[in-house]
């Protein structure tokens, strides 16, 4: 698997910084409503927002122009002794997206992490989307450790797109990506550069397109959750780390590894 950045002529030009007024912050809330379509109260409001900042996190905006076209919010976090960063929403505004603005919040998220003597990120995403998969095993070279079984509770639809597909008790499963910002295979994509993997130990089959069956046949669609689930808590359970994925138009598959 390689990096492959989105083409010189759809990379869009922005500039990032980070995010340090009331009225910016209030465009990343309306950023959430545009991309997430969740109500209000599941949205991070701007005082959450701004008391993050004061405790260690941060927000960084990609603008075009005097214009915010997405915001990545990172917490810090500690667990022990460690401390790490926590990567709580990225949004891109629709006319930006795949432009490549979410991999330049992202690679500028690094640096200014590994800024501040971190070396390691963590955040959820979900496992049936193919194109969440592509970004962040292909692109970012996050690895996958650990399985969140319905991590935000039942009926959690973050696609407006499919709020009113008709499906009701979907569990709300995540994906850990754990960017371990200093190994080969990131420090490699950082530099624009492929990073090969070996064949991989066993592979994880989903979906091609979940929100077409998820419309299409909910009840398919549950079925298939679970058995991503099941087989994904299997090879996880043996010690086995997805760190790629295959974006094959018929098969899209994790790949898995040893180590």
């Given at each position: 698997?390689?990096?492959?950045?989105?083409?010189?002529?759809?990379?869009?030009?922005?500039?990032?910084?980070?995010?340090?007024?009331?009225?910016?912050?209030?465009?990343?809330?309306?950023?959430?409503?545009?991309?997430?379509?969740?109500?209000?109260?599941?949205?991070?409001?701007?005082?959450?927002?701004?008391?993050?900042?004061?405790?260690?996190?941060?927000?960084?905006?990609?603008?075009?122009?005097?214009?915010?076209?997405?915001?990545?919010?990172?917490?810090?976090?500690?667990k022990g002794e460690e401390i790490f960063g926590y990567s709580h929403m990225m949004a891109v505004a629709a006319d930006y997206q795949n432009r490549g603005v979410g991999a330049q919040l992202k690679w500028a998220q690094r640096e200014r992490a590994l800024a501040e003597g971190r070396d390691y990120v963590k955040w959820t995403f979900e496992p049936m989307r193919v194109r969440n998969a592509h970004f962040n095993l292909n692109r970012l070279g996050v690895a996958v450790r650990e399985y969140a079984v319905n991590f935000y509770g039942?009926?959690?639809?973050?696609?407006?797109?499919?709020?009113?597909?008709?499906?009701?008790?979907?569990?709300?499963?995540?994906?850990?990506?754990?960017?371990?910002?200093?190994?080969?295979?990131?420090?490699?994509?950082?530099q624009r550069l492929e990073y090969p993997m070996a064949e991989p130990e066993t592979t994880i089959e989903i979906p091609g397109d979940f929100s077409a069956l998820l419309k299409a046949d909910p009840e398919t669609a549950k079925r298939e959750v679970l058995r991503v689930r099941a087989e994904f808590l299997e090879a996880l359970g043996r010690g086995l780390v997805s760190r790629a994925f295959d974006r094959d138009a018929d098969r899209p598959r994790y790949l898995f590894y040893s180590s």
């Open positions: 698997m390689s990096h492959q950045p989105a083409s010189r002529e759809d990379r869009a030009v922005v500039e990032i910084r980070e995010v340090s007024s009331i009225k910016e912050y209030d465009t990343c809330i309306n950023l959430q409503r545009e991309v997430f379509g969740l109500p209000d109260l599941e949205i991070s409001p701007r005082r959450h927002l701004i008391v993050s900042r004061h405790a260690g996190g941060w927000t960084l905006a990609a603008f075009a122009g005097d214009r915010l076209v997405g915001f990545v919010h990172h917490l810090a976090a500690v039942t009926d959690y639809v973050t696609n407006p797109a499919e709020q009113g597909s008709g499906a009701s008790g979907m569990d709300s499963d995540r994906l850990f990506a754990s960017w371990e910002l200093r190994s080969p295979r990131v420090e490699a994509f950082a």
